[in-house]
């Protein structure tokens, strides 16, 4: 079972909830979730790693990711501003590899709660 620790208060705001909620199940491998979340042409870059594009590509590496089960997530802050938003916190393996990561986020609209693209930095700590 992950464990969840979510310090923001994401109050009224349900582009900060959806975005808690992205990275929830990103933790626990939720990819029906996750791929009702991204637009057909995500495009995942991964900062000196990989850059995914399209959302069947997308959740091919989340399958592939899914092999190493999450024990922990801590979410240390989350923000959003009209068609962008933010993420940074730290995921831990059941094999206990520590990953610090910052995701920035592009949606489709303003209104939208469907993910454009994501960019990633995540650094082993």
């Known amino acids: ?9 994401c109050g009224n705001s349900p582009k ?12 626990k491998g939720d990819l029906a979730f996750l791929e009702q979340s991204v637009t057909e042409d995500i495009v995942w870059n991964i900062i000196g790693d990989k850059k995914i ?6 959740i091919v590496e989340l399958e592939k990711m899914k092999e190493e089960k999450t024990s922990e997530l ?20 059941e094999s206990n590899h520590k990953y610090a990561f910052s995701d920035f986020y592009l949606f489709k609209g303003a209104k939208g709660a469907k993910i454009k693209s994501i960019t990633s930095y995540v650094i082993q700590v």
């Open 1 to 9: 079972m992950t464990k969840i620790v979510s310090t923001p208060n």
């Open 16 to 27: 900060m909830e959806f975005l808690k909620n992205f990275n929830i199940a990103f933790a």
């Open 53 to 58: 594009e399209g959302q069947q590509q997308f």
């Open 74 to 93: 801590i979410l240390h802050q989350i923000m959003s501003h009209g068609k962008e938003g933010a993420v940074n916190g730290i995921i831990t393996t």
